[in-house]
Nanobody
């Protein structure tokens, strides 16, 4: 059974940085695109970014693309989301998901994903 575990969240000041890690197990990592979503209190879950099965194909949502980066390490079965220049509005529970799909596909909506982690909390506050 595929399992995803997120780590790296925490409490940071505005302008600070965090690196989130999504660790995959229980299947062939190379068969899955990996996405990041976030959900703030009282809000619906929204897309942040994703990396395809091919590590050189990725996408970030427009509101974060100047500040965040996403990368995939197929040797470690992990995906990283680097969060820079954090703002209070970035506060949310960040989830990673896995989607068994084509090698170049970038799933952008939650219903396309087959598996989810439990999330890691990011809080940005002064």
């Amino acid at each position: 059974q595929v399992q995803l575990v997120e780590s790296g969240g925490g409490l940071v000041q505005p302008g600070g940085s965090l690196r989130l890690t999504c660790t995959f197990s229980g299947g062939n990592f190379m068969n899955y695109a990996i996405g990041w979503f976030r959900q703030a209190p009282g809000k619906e879950r929204v897309f942040v970014g994703a990396v395809a099965r091919r590590a050189d194909t990725s996408l970030l949502e427009d509101s974060v693309k100047e500040r965040f980066t996403i990368s995939r390490d197929n040797d470690k079965n992990t995906v990283y989301l680097q969060l820079n220049s954090l703002k209070p509005e970035d506060t949310a529970l960040y989830h990673c998901g896995a989607d068994r799909t084509g090698p170049w596909n970038i799933p952008r909506v939650g219903y396309e994903y087959d598996y989810w982690g439990q999330g890691t909390q990011v809080t940005v506050s002064s």
